[in-house]
C-alpha cells in the first residue's frame, strides 16, 4: 500500500510539473497562437481529472499510512474541484473579452494553486524518504 501511495504521489508530483510547465510551454512555443490557446483550453480539463483522481486516490491509501499526507494529498484533491470548475472557466471567459488585467490576475492565481499543489505532493515525497 505505501509502494503504490508513493508511486501515485511521484506520478502526481511529475505529472503536474511536465504537464503545467513542459507541455503548455511547448504546446505555445509550436503552435501558432490561433492553435495553442485552443489546445491549452482542451487539455487542461483533462490534467485537472488527473490531479482529482490521483490524488484522492493517493489520499486514500495514505490515511492508512500518514494522516498529514493524506490531509495534503486530500487538500490537493479538493482544491483543484473549484480550480477546474469555477477558475478556469473564468480564466477562459477573461481571455475571451479581452479582460488583460482580469485574465493575468485569474491565470496567477492558477499557476499559485498549481505551484503549492506540486510543492505539497513533494513535500509528501521528501517525508517518505526521510523515513
Not at 1 to 22: Q, R
Not at 111 to 129: A, D, N, P, R, W
Request: include cysteine; charged fraction near 10%; hydrophobic fraction near 55%.
Amino acid at each position: 500500500m505505501e509502494t503504490i501511495a508513493l508511486l501515485l504521489t511521484s506520478l502526481l508530483f511529475g505529472g503536474m510539473t511536465v504537464y503545467s510547465f513542459g507541455f503548455a510551454a511547448f504546446v505555445f512555443s509550436a503552435l501558432p497562437p490561433e492553435l495553442s490557446g485552443n489546445v491549452i483550453r482542451q487539455a487542461f480539463p483533462h490534467f485537472y481529472i488527473f490531479v482529482i483522481a490521483t490524488s484522492g486516490v493517493a489520499a486514500t491509501l495514505l490515511c492508512f499510512l500518514d494522516t498529514i499526507a493524506a490531509v495534503v494529498m486530500g487538500t490537493i484533491m479538493v482544491a483543484t474541484i473549484p480550480t477546474r470548475q469555477v477558475l478556469m472557466p473564468a480564466i477562459n471567459l477573461a481571455s475571451d473579452h479581452g479582460a488583460k488585467k482580469k485574465f493575468k490576475f485569474l491565470h496567477s492565481l492558477s499557476v499559485l494553486i498549481t505551484v503549492s499543489q506540486i510543492i505539497g505532493s513533494g513535500y509528501i515525497l521528501v517525508t517518505f524518504i526521510q523515513e
